[in-house]
Every structure is written in C-alpha cells, then in structure tokens.
C-alpha cells in the first residue's frame, strides 16, 4: 500500500512539474539597464514569422514588445531622442515604418499592449522619429540595449537607434 500511495504521489508531483514549465512564458519580461535609463519589456521571438510588415503592421502603434506594454525610466531628467524628458517612469511605444520609426513616451503606465492607445494619447510627453536600417542577419528575440547615449532595437533584420542621455 505504501508503494502504491508513492506511486500516486510522485505521478502527482511530476504532472505538476510538467504543467508549471508550459506555462512558462514566451515572451518573457527583459529589463535592460544604461546610465540613466530602465527598460522593461516583453521579449518575443521571431520563430519563422515575419516580423515587421506582418506581424507589426507598419503605421500602426505597437507596445515595442509582448504583453504588457513597455516601459521605460529615467532615472533623473534627460534626453530622448534629443529631446528633454522629466525623471519618471513612462510607457515606450512606436510606430515602425519599413524606413523610419515614430517613438512615443507616454505618461499612462500599466497598460496592456497598445489597444488602448487612442483613449490615452493626449498623455504622450513626446514624439521623436528614428532611422530604420536593416540588418544582414536576423535577430531572433526583440533585443532592446542600452550602449553608450543610445537606445537600439534590434529584431528580426531591423536595427534601430534613438539618442538617450
């Protein structure tokens, strides 16, 4: 009896082991650090599809991400994009074209993706656009870095940087 109740025991413990691990998630949350700024986000993969033009639909807004839309917080007052930014928390969205991206910072934090992005707009602080370049090989995870004064993106074969002090 004994064999048989750790039997169930362990057949119990291994289910749940297993159900865990596919629950884990695709696009896991990603913080990527500079001097003055913190960017959180969520991390898609490529996984065969095409990305920009398709999957992100070109001049439309997009969260730069997965899931909960990304943030991004200075530290103390800087730049973006050339442009001044308050210290603070903001939420980062962009609308990628094939040649140029459009980046938004946000007041509105806590939203989900950008479905909402008409009805929170008139909180945008500001919008800079940025040159798109392509890249010769692909880039399987949506990387965001923090190099040097710079912001880059880089996913699928698209590369993009924005000035950040």
Known sequence: MKHVLLFFALLAGTCSFVSAQDNAPKSPRITAEGKNVKIAYGQPSKRNRVIFG?????????????????????????????KPVKAGTYTLFTIPEANEWTFILNSELKQWGAYDYDKIKDKDVLQVKAKATKISAPVEKLTITVPANKLVVEWDKTHVEVPVK
Not at 62 to 76: D, Q, V, Y
């Open 54 to 82: 398709e999957l992100v639909p070109y001049g439309k807004v997009w969260r730069l991400g997965a899931n909960e839309a990304t943030e991004i917080t200075f530290a103390k007052d800087g730049s973006f994009g050339g």
